[in-house]
């Protein structure tokens, strides 16, 4: 048996959807551990692109389980809507190929109405949320007042628990936002629809894995977001509302550390970010600009242009540190193609010292001017690249230098957002 968790080490979209799906053919099981239908994980097979933002990127392959774990938070309209999609593509054809944790938390009407009323009240101020309710959901988890899985297929609880948090969802729905209050009973009609139609799928899923897990499956462990999203260690308030580090594998999805034997982090070649929030080594010019143009650096959730600018090693670092991360994959290596000088900021300057940590506080991460080291481009498409001695020298010697910056192997690179256009220096398994 072996493990693998994979996570994002930037803001997000760094292409752990496509490092899981060319990954998945060596394991039996995928597992998502956090977050909900913030996520949008593009995966391109065959010339055809399928964007998955709660079924893990596992479902391409029939004889694959995918798990939803206990760690996320459910929209039951999305999750069908995103079932019946795959079905129409003649893919998730057997319902054996998704199990979804009876503990999971499920994405109720008010916590979009909470949501995106909250930005709007912020004005300025707001985080840039994707608007799909994921805060709200896991603050009433915090709060004991969640909505599980396990309640949409128990009518009675269903009918209790929904009734309790709506005397406070109400209040603020019509005090603070002004709109008109949910009703109960049509929330529960409603709902418990979702649960009979979702009911072949749910069950004890920390059981299941464990049994696999046991059985000497290899398990892969998909992380949503990115390190600098994580509730803790994110550049907050400009975060996601869970932990998505490795470590939260364990968590949300009920195995023991000790299970866990790989860590593999993906990192984008340059970064982006969507959303609000610090981001040191952001191109406002047309380098930027390019980036997001060549790169396609639009949400795959919600499509708002992502913002770009050069790979951040302190960024990378504090993924490395946090994350214990034993591998890198590097993606969309072939976006830098054509652009010479290529920068990678290596620390910080502040107040006229040299930082080599990510502020905690993200006024102090706004301020911080980025110390760049140059490297040498290349001119060569990398696209049709499938081993590391196909790569340009310069190419190489910028893979290299992040290992060697980071102390951390790079066990793939992706040139292409094609299965093929993949570069496995080391298996996962
Ligand atoms: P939320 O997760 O919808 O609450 O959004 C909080 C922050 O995380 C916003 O800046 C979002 O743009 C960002 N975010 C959430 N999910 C993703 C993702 O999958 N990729 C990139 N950014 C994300």
């Given at each position: 048996?072996?493990?693998?968790?994979?996570?994002?080490?930037?803001?997000?979209d760094?292409?752990?959807?496509?490092?899981?799906?060319?990954?998945?053919?060596?394991?039996?099981?995928?597992?998502r551990?956090?977050?909900?239908?913030?996520?949008?994980?593009?995966?391109?097979?065959?010339?055809e692109?399928?964007?998955?933002?709660?079924i893990?990127?596992?479902?391409?392959?029939?004889?694959t389980?995918?798990?939803?774990?206990?760690g996320?938070?459910?929209?039951?309209?999305?999750?069908?809507?995103e079932?019946?999609?795959?079905?129409?593509?003649?893919?998730?054809?057997?319902?054996?190929?998704?199990?979804?944790?009876?503990?999971?938390?499920?994405?109720?009407?008010?916590h979009?109405?909470?949501?995106?009323?909250?930005?709007?009240?912020?004005?300025?101020?707001?985080?840039?949320?994707?608007g799909?309710?994921?805060?709200?959901?896991?603050?009433d988890?915090?709060?004991?007042?969640?909505i599980?899985m396990?309640?949409l297929?128990?009518?009675?609880s269903?009918?209790?628990?929904?009734?309790?948090?709506?005397?406070?969802?109400?209040?603020?729905?019509?005090?603070?936002?002004?709109?008109?209050?949910?009703?109960a009973?049509?929330i529960?009609e409603?709902?418990?629809?979702?649960?009979?139609?979702?009911?072949?799928?749910?069950?004890?899923?920390?059981?299941?894995?464990?049994?696999?897990?046991?059985?000497?499956?290899?398990?892969?462990f998909e992380?949503?977001?990115?390190?600098l999203?994580d509730i803790?260690?994110g550049?907050?308030?400009?975060?996601?509302?869970?932990?998505?580090?490795?470590?939260?594998?364990?968590?949300?999805?009920?195995?023991?550390?000790?299970?866990?034997?790989?860590?593999?982090?993906?990192?984008?070649?340059?970064s982006t970010?969507?959303?609000?929030?610090?981001?040191?080594?952001?191109?406002?010019?047309?380098?930027?600009?390019?980036?997001?143009?060549?790169?396609?650096e639009?949400?795959?959730?919600?499509?708002?242009?992502?913002?770009?600018?050069?790979?951040?090693?302190?960024?990378?670092g504090?993924?490395?540190?946090?994350?214990?991360?034993?591998?890198?994959?590097?993606?969309?290596?072939?976006?830098l193609t054509g652009i010479?000088?290529?920068?990678?900021?290596?620390?910080?300057?502040?107040?006229g010292?040299?930082?080599?940590?990510?502020?905690?506080?993200?006024?102090?991460?706004?301020?911080?001017?980025?110390?760049?080291?140059e490297?040498?481009g290349?001119?060569?498409?990398?696209?049709?690249?499938?081993?590391?001695?196909?790569?340009?020298?310069?190419?190489?010697?910028?893979?290299?230098?992040?290992?060697?910056?980071?102390?951390?192997?790079?066990?793939?690179?992706s040139?292409g957002p094609?299965?093929?256009?993949?570069?496995?220096?080391?298996?996962?398994?």
């Amino acid at each position: 048996m072996s493990t693998l968790v994979i996570i994002g080490t930037q803001w997000g979209d760094e292409g752990k959807g496509k490092i899981v799906d060319l990954l998945t053919k060596r394991a039996h099981v995928v597992v998502r551990f956090q977050g909900g239908n913030n996520a949008g994980h593009t995966l391109k097979v065959g010339g055809e692109q399928i964007i998955v933002h709660l079924i893990p990127s596992g479902i391409l392959y029939p004889e694959t389980l995918n798990i939803i774990g206990n760690g996320l938070v459910v929209d039951p309209a999305v999750l069908l809507e995103e079932k019946e999609g795959l079905r129409k593509k003649g893919r998730f054809q057997k319902d054996e190929q998704l199990l979804i944790s009876d503990r999971a938390h499920v994405i109720m009407p008010y916590h979009k109405i909470v949501d995106q009323g909250r930005e709007k009240l912020l004005g300025k101020a707001k985080i840039g949320t994707t608007g799909r309710g994921i805060g709200p959901a896991y603050e009433d988890k915090a709060s004991r007042m969640g909505i599980r899985m396990i309640d949409l297929i128990r009518p009675k609880s269903l009918q209790q628990r929904v009734s309790r948090a709506l005397v406070e969802k109400n209040c603020i729905i019509e005090h603070c936002f002004k709109l008109p209050p949910l009703n109960a009973d049509r929330i529960v009609e409603e709902y418990a629809e979702y649960g009979r139609k979702l009911a072949v799928h749910i069950t004890d899923t920390s059981a299941v894995l464990q049994a696999r897990i046991e059985k000497g499956n290899h398990v892969l462990f998909e992380g949503a977001q990115g390190t600098l999203l994580d509730i803790d260690h994110g550049t907050y308030p400009f975060v996601t509302s869970s932990s998505v580090l490795a470590g939260n594998a364990c968590c949300g999805a009920g195995i023991s550390p000790n299970r866990v034997d790989k860590i593999w982090g993906v990192v984008k070649a340059y970064s982006t970010r969507v959303g609000e929030g610090g981001f040191p080594t952001e191109l406002t010019d047309e380098l930027g600009t390019r980036l997001r143009e060549v790169g396609a650096e639009y949400g795959a959730t919600t499509g708002r242009p992502r913002r770009c600018g050069w790979l951040d090693l302190v960024i990378l670092g504090h993924s490395v540190r946090l994350n214990g991360l034993t591998g890198l994959a590097v993606t969309k290596l072939d976006v830098l193609t054509g652009i010479s000088p290529i920068k990678i900021a290596t620390a910080y300057m502040s107040n006229g010292k040299v930082l080599e940590r990510v502020p905690s506080n993200v006024a102090d991460l706004e301020k911080v001017a980025p110390r760049y080291s140059e490297l040498p481009g290349w001119d060569e498409p990398l696209g049709e690249c499938r081993s590391f001695e196909d790569l340009p020298s310069n190419a190489k010697h910028y893979v290299n230098t992040i290992e060697n910056l980071t102390g951390v192997p790079v066990t793939l690179v992706s040139v292409g957002p094609a299965r093929e256009q993949s570069i496995i220096r080391k298996a996962p398994f």
